[in-house]
T-cell receptor, first 109, second 116 residues
Framework: LAKTTQPISMDSYEGQEVNITCSHN???????ITWYQQFPSQGPRFIIQ???TKVTNEVASLFIPADRKSSTLSLPRVSLSDTAVYYC??????????FGTGTKLQVIP | EAQVTQNPRYLITVTGKKLTVTCSQN?????MSWYRQDPGLGLRQIYY???????DKGDVPEGYKVSRKEKRNFPLILESPSPNQTSLYFC???????????????FGSGTQLSVL
């Protein structure tokens, strides 16, 4: 089962761009890369998903290099409400979805 | 409104007293899953179900049972709860067709369980 590695925590000031990297050296050919956001006492919420290159939506951008062994979630101009835990799980084929501990982002005023 | 509904939101029980946490989704999703979340350990998968009557173990299935008799419901059963099962539990569902890996999970609001 492919495993992901993320920084445990990050701090950022309001208004800055934040980049969170996820390492997935053993990603399978058919795995998509998906990022979730979780606020305290709430369930994780889907943010963005991609397979390769760059994906952008109204919330974030996702950068995936050609070898797909890592991905970077980019949050433009963060605000206090972006303080949350961010996960980049991979599927174990089509069965297990392993989340890990995620990256705790603290946005500072 | 499309959603995953878990009940109860909070539950306090005693060791050995059987309990069931319900999970229901109204999106006609085939895939459903249970997770527990503990400080420092992140989200760990307990059981998942690819469809009705199809369930399988996740990473931490010991002490739990599930059933999938209907597509919309996926209850989590603790036959004899113990204090180490005190945790925050999440149910999730996905429209993921079989063999597809671009899942997008929809999570419930969580159930905080305390076993005394």
């Amino acid at each position: 089962l492919a495993k992901t590695t993320q920084p445990i925590s990050m701090d950022s000031y309001e208004g800055q761009e934040v980049n969170i990297t996820c390492s997935h050296n053993n990603i399978a050919t058919n795995d998509y890369i998906t990022w979730y956001q979780q606020f305290p006492s709430q369930g994780p919420r889907f943010i963005i998903q991609g397979y390769k290159t760059k994906v952008t939506n109204e919330v974030a951008s996702l950068f995936i290099p050609a070898d797909r062994k890592s991905s970077t979630l980019s949050l433009p101009r963060v605000s206090l409400s972006d303080t949350a835990v961010y996960y980049c799980p991979l599927s174990g084929g089509y069965q297990k979805v392993t989340f890990g501990t995620g990256t705790k982002l603290q946005v500072i005023p | 409104e499309a959603q995953v509904t878990q009940n109860p939101r909070y539950l306090i029980t005693v060791t050995g007293k059987k309990l069931t946490v319900t999970c229901s989704q109204n999106m006609n999703h085939e895939y459903m899953s249970w997770y527990r979340q503990d400080p420092g350990l992140g989200l760990r998968q307990i059981y998942y179900s690819m469809n009705v009557e199809v369930t399988d173990k996740g990473d931490v299935p010991e002490g739990y049972k599930v059933s999938r008799k209907e597509k919309r419901n996926f209850p989590l059963i603790l036959e004899s709860p113990s204090p180490n099962q005190t945790s925050l539990y999440f149910c999730a569902s996905s429209p993921r067709p079989k063999y597809a890996t671009n899942e997008k999970l929809f999570f419930g609001s969580g159930t905080q369980l305390s076993v005394l």
